[in-house]
Protein backbone atom coordinates (compact mmCIF):
# COMPACT_ATOMS: atom_id res chain seq x y z
CA UNK A 1 0.00 0.00 0.00
CA UNK A 2 1.20 3.34 -1.13
CA UNK A 3 2.17 5.41 1.89
CA UNK A 4 -0.18 8.34 2.26
CA UNK A 5 1.79 11.76 2.24
CA UNK A 6 1.69 14.34 5.24
CA UNK A 7 1.66 17.57 6.02
CA UNK A 8 4.81 19.79 7.10
CA UNK A 9 2.32 19.90 10.47
CA UNK A 10 1.75 16.34 10.62
CA UNK A 11 5.31 15.47 9.89
CA UNK A 12 6.88 17.85 12.58
CA UNK A 13 4.08 15.62 15.03
CA UNK A 14 5.43 12.29 13.86
CA UNK A 15 9.17 12.74 13.85
CA UNK A 16 8.90 13.47 17.66
CA UNK A 17 5.96 10.67 18.39
CA UNK A 18 6.78 8.90 21.55
CA UNK A 19 8.01 5.34 20.73
CA UNK A 20 4.67 3.92 22.22
CA UNK A 21 1.57 5.02 21.22
CA UNK A 22 -0.12 4.35 24.61
CA UNK A 23 1.30 7.21 25.66
CA UNK A 24 0.08 9.81 22.74
CA UNK A 25 -2.43 12.03 24.11
CA UNK A 26 -3.24 14.10 21.82
CA UNK A 27 -5.48 14.21 19.09
CA UNK A 28 -3.14 15.56 16.68
CA UNK A 29 -0.51 13.15 17.44
CA UNK A 30 -2.15 10.20 16.98
CA UNK A 31 -3.58 11.36 13.83
CA UNK A 32 -0.59 12.33 12.56
CA UNK A 33 0.98 8.26 13.89
CA UNK A 34 -1.67 7.11 12.12
CA UNK A 35 -0.69 8.49 8.36
CA UNK A 36 2.38 7.73 9.17
CA UNK A 37 2.79 4.31 10.50
CA UNK A 38 3.17 2.76 6.97
CA UNK A 39 6.40 4.53 5.85
CA UNK A 40 9.84 3.10 6.06
CA UNK A 41 11.19 6.35 7.45
CA UNK A 42 8.42 6.55 10.00
CA UNK A 43 9.37 2.92 11.19
CA UNK A 44 13.07 3.27 11.10
CA UNK A 45 12.55 6.18 13.34
CA UNK A 46 10.63 4.21 15.37
CA UNK A 47 13.14 1.27 15.81
CA UNK A 48 15.86 3.93 16.37
CA UNK A 49 14.33 5.68 18.97
CA UNK A 50 13.63 2.49 20.77
CA UNK A 51 17.09 1.43 20.58
CA UNK A 52 18.13 5.09 22.15
CA UNK A 53 15.74 4.18 25.20
CA UNK A 54 16.98 1.33 25.64
CA UNK A 55 20.40 1.91 25.78
CA UNK A 56 19.50 5.04 28.12
CA UNK A 57 17.18 2.57 30.45
CA UNK A 58 20.80 0.36 30.90
CA UNK A 59 23.06 3.17 31.62
CA UNK A 60 23.70 3.00 35.61
CA UNK A 61 22.69 5.92 37.61
CA UNK A 62 25.54 7.01 39.98
CA UNK A 63 24.18 7.11 44.26
CA UNK A 64 24.88 10.64 44.50
CA UNK A 65 22.69 11.39 41.83
CA UNK A 66 19.73 8.99 42.58
CA UNK A 67 18.98 10.81 45.56
CA UNK A 68 18.00 13.83 43.61
CA UNK A 69 15.53 12.25 41.76
CA UNK A 70 14.15 9.43 44.66
CA UNK A 71 10.07 8.83 44.57
CA UNK A 72 10.01 9.34 48.39
CA UNK A 73 11.66 13.12 47.60
CA UNK A 74 9.05 13.50 44.20
CA UNK A 75 6.66 12.60 46.12
CA UNK A 76 6.67 13.95 49.66
CA UNK A 77 9.06 16.51 50.01
CA UNK A 78 11.54 16.19 52.96
CA UNK A 79 10.68 17.07 56.48
CA UNK A 80 13.37 19.16 56.75
CA UNK A 81 14.21 20.22 52.85
CA UNK A 82 12.66 23.92 54.13
CA UNK A 83 15.81 23.96 56.31
CA UNK A 84 18.23 23.25 53.26
CA UNK A 85 16.32 26.01 51.73
CA UNK A 86 16.85 28.66 54.25
CA UNK A 87 20.78 27.64 54.28
CA UNK A 88 21.05 28.59 50.47
CA UNK A 89 22.83 31.95 50.02
CA UNK A 90 20.60 33.15 47.78
CA UNK A 91 17.81 32.92 49.65
CA UNK A 92 19.59 34.29 52.95
CA UNK A 93 20.59 37.19 51.00
CA UNK A 94 17.11 37.90 50.05
CA UNK A 95 15.92 37.31 53.37
CA UNK A 96 18.16 39.78 54.71
CA UNK A 97 17.40 42.12 52.13
CA UNK A 98 13.67 41.97 52.92
CA UNK A 99 14.41 42.20 56.64
CA UNK A 100 16.50 45.62 56.27
CA UNK A 101 13.33 47.25 53.59
CA UNK A 102 10.88 46.09 56.11
CA UNK A 103 13.06 48.04 59.20
CA UNK A 104 13.51 50.86 56.85
CA UNK A 105 9.68 51.23 56.45
CA UNK A 106 8.48 50.50 59.97
CA UNK A 107 11.56 53.40 61.32
CA UNK A 108 9.92 55.36 58.45
CA UNK A 109 6.73 55.06 59.70
CA UNK A 110 7.31 55.27 63.26
CA UNK A 111 9.17 58.47 62.89
CA UNK A 112 6.03 59.91 60.98
CA UNK A 113 3.66 58.67 63.58
CA UNK A 114 5.07 62.06 65.66
CA UNK A 115 5.00 64.20 62.41
CA UNK A 116 2.91 67.46 63.24
CA UNK A 117 2.25 71.05 60.85
CA UNK A 118 5.63 72.78 60.37
CA UNK A 119 8.02 69.56 61.45
CA UNK A 120 9.64 69.66 58.29
CA UNK A 121 10.51 72.82 58.50
CA UNK A 122 11.67 72.07 62.04
CA UNK A 123 14.00 69.71 60.82
CA UNK A 124 15.83 71.17 57.93
CA UNK A 125 15.92 74.53 60.59
CA UNK A 126 17.87 71.90 62.47
CA UNK A 127 20.45 71.48 59.98
CA UNK A 128 20.95 75.41 59.59
CA UNK A 129 21.63 74.76 63.91
CA UNK A 130 24.37 72.65 62.79
CA UNK A 131 26.41 74.69 60.24
CA UNK A 132 25.71 77.98 61.75
CA UNK A 133 28.66 80.26 63.19
CA UNK A 134 28.60 82.69 65.52
CA UNK A 135 29.98 85.47 63.31
CA UNK A 136 26.72 85.06 60.82
CA UNK A 137 24.96 86.76 63.28
CA UNK A 138 24.46 90.34 64.69
CA UNK A 139 26.06 90.34 68.14
CA UNK A 140 23.10 91.37 70.30
CA UNK A 141 23.50 91.50 74.25
CA UNK A 142 20.46 91.03 76.21
CA UNK A 143 17.13 89.28 77.38
CA UNK A 144 15.94 86.49 74.07
CA UNK A 145 12.34 87.92 74.99
CA UNK A 146 13.10 91.62 74.20
CA UNK A 147 13.89 90.75 70.52
CA UNK A 148 10.44 90.90 69.52
CA UNK A 149 10.19 94.58 69.06
CA UNK A 150 13.47 94.58 66.77
CA UNK A 151 12.05 91.77 64.69
CA UNK A 152 8.81 93.92 64.09
CA UNK A 153 10.59 97.20 63.68
CA UNK A 154 13.45 96.11 61.65
CA UNK A 155 11.89 93.31 59.31
CA UNK A 156 8.20 93.80 59.94
CA UNK A 157 7.84 90.56 61.58
CA UNK A 158 4.57 90.16 64.15
CA UNK A 159 4.08 87.83 66.78
CA UNK A 160 7.58 87.13 66.64
CA UNK A 161 7.70 86.25 69.97
CA UNK A 162 10.00 84.16 72.33
CA UNK A 163 8.03 82.40 74.63
CA UNK A 164 8.04 83.08 78.29
CA UNK A 165 9.60 79.74 79.36
CA UNK A 166 12.88 81.01 77.35
CA UNK A 167 12.51 85.11 77.33
CA UNK A 168 15.05 85.63 80.42
CA UNK A 169 17.89 83.40 78.98
CA UNK A 170 20.89 86.08 77.57
CA UNK A 171 21.26 86.20 73.54
CA UNK A 172 24.66 86.03 71.85
CA UNK A 173 22.91 87.19 68.19
CA UNK A 174 20.40 86.84 66.23
CA UNK A 175 19.55 87.36 62.61
CA UNK A 176 16.38 87.88 60.18
CA UNK A 177 16.72 85.15 56.75
CA UNK A 178 14.80 83.56 54.33
CA UNK A 179 14.46 79.77 54.30
CA UNK A 180 13.86 77.32 51.15
CA UNK A 181 10.51 78.28 50.64
CA UNK A 182 10.95 81.91 50.91
CA UNK A 183 9.75 81.85 54.47
CA UNK A 184 11.21 84.59 56.65
CA UNK A 185 12.90 82.77 59.81
CA UNK A 186 14.28 84.66 62.85
CA UNK A 187 17.10 82.67 64.90
CA UNK A 188 18.69 83.63 67.94
CA UNK A 189 21.71 82.32 69.71
CA UNK A 190 21.70 82.55 73.76
CA UNK A 191 24.04 81.59 76.19
CA UNK A 192 22.46 79.11 77.78
CA UNK A 193 24.04 75.47 76.79
CA UNK A 194 24.75 77.43 73.43
CA UNK A 195 21.50 76.82 72.78
CA UNK A 196 19.43 78.26 69.23
CA UNK A 197 15.88 79.59 68.97
CA UNK A 198 13.82 79.39 65.62
CA UNK A 199 10.92 81.55 64.75
CA UNK A 200 8.81 80.66 61.95
CA UNK A 201 5.56 80.93 60.37
CA UNK A 202 3.51 78.20 60.50
CA UNK A 203 2.18 76.09 58.15
CA UNK A 204 -1.54 77.17 56.65
CA UNK A 205 -3.65 74.96 54.77
CA UNK A 206 -3.33 75.14 51.07
CA UNK A 207 -6.54 75.74 49.91
CA UNK A 208 -8.38 78.31 53.07
CA UNK A 209 -4.89 79.75 54.74
CA UNK A 210 -6.20 78.66 57.84
CA UNK A 211 -3.16 78.21 60.19
CA UNK A 212 -2.81 74.64 61.06
CA UNK A 213 -2.38 74.46 64.88
CA UNK A 214 -1.16 72.02 67.26
CA UNK A 215 -0.84 72.18 71.19
CA UNK A 216 1.86 71.68 73.54
CA UNK A 217 5.48 70.91 72.69
CA UNK A 218 6.48 68.46 70.30
CA UNK A 219 9.99 67.22 69.71
CA UNK A 220 12.13 67.07 66.30
CA UNK A 221 15.70 65.47 65.72
CA UNK A 222 18.03 65.57 62.92
CA UNK A 223 21.71 64.86 63.06
CA UNK A 224 22.77 65.23 66.88
CA UNK A 225 20.71 68.12 67.13
CA UNK A 226 16.98 68.17 69.35
CA UNK A 227 14.63 70.58 68.95
CA UNK A 228 11.17 71.52 70.80
CA UNK A 229 8.58 73.32 68.77
CA UNK A 230 5.53 74.87 69.59
CA UNK A 231 2.99 77.15 67.65
CA UNK A 232 1.15 80.37 68.92
CA UNK A 233 -0.63 83.04 66.66
CA UNK A 234 0.75 81.59 63.54
CA UNK A 235 4.16 81.40 64.31
CA UNK A 236 6.14 78.36 65.46
CA UNK A 237 8.86 78.61 67.98
CA UNK A 238 11.41 76.37 68.07
CA UNK A 239 14.72 75.64 71.32
CA UNK A 240 17.41 73.38 69.36
CA UNK A 241 20.77 72.24 70.83
CA UNK A 242 23.10 69.19 69.99
CA UNK A 243 22.50 66.87 72.32
CA UNK A 244 19.20 64.22 73.48
CA UNK A 245 15.78 64.95 74.41
CA UNK A 246 16.63 64.68 78.05
CA UNK A 247 19.43 67.75 77.87
CA UNK A 248 16.25 69.77 76.41
CA UNK A 249 13.51 68.59 78.95
CA UNK A 250 14.22 70.31 82.02
CA UNK A 251 13.38 73.60 80.39
CA UNK A 252 10.22 72.16 78.96
CA UNK A 253 7.43 72.49 81.50
CA UNK A 254 5.36 70.08 79.06
CA UNK A 255 5.63 68.40 76.13
CA UNK A 256 2.66 66.86 74.56
CA UNK A 257 3.16 63.91 71.95
Known amino acids: MKPRRLSRRQRALANCAPVSEDRIRDRSMRAAVFRARGSNEFANQQSFDRAVAALVRAIPIPPEAAEWFSSTD ?19 AIGIALVVIAGVFVFNFVGRLNDFPG ?47 FADFRTIGCRVFDDDEARRVAQIWVVEKRMQFFLFSAERNAKTGVVLQFSGWRYVHQEGWVGAVTERNGVCFMAALRGREKDLAPYIPKVKQ
Open 74 to 92: LIAPSKWAWKKTARNPAVL
Open 119 to 165: SGTARKLLGTAGSTRSVLLDPVTGDAGTLSDLFFLKHGLEHYDVPAE
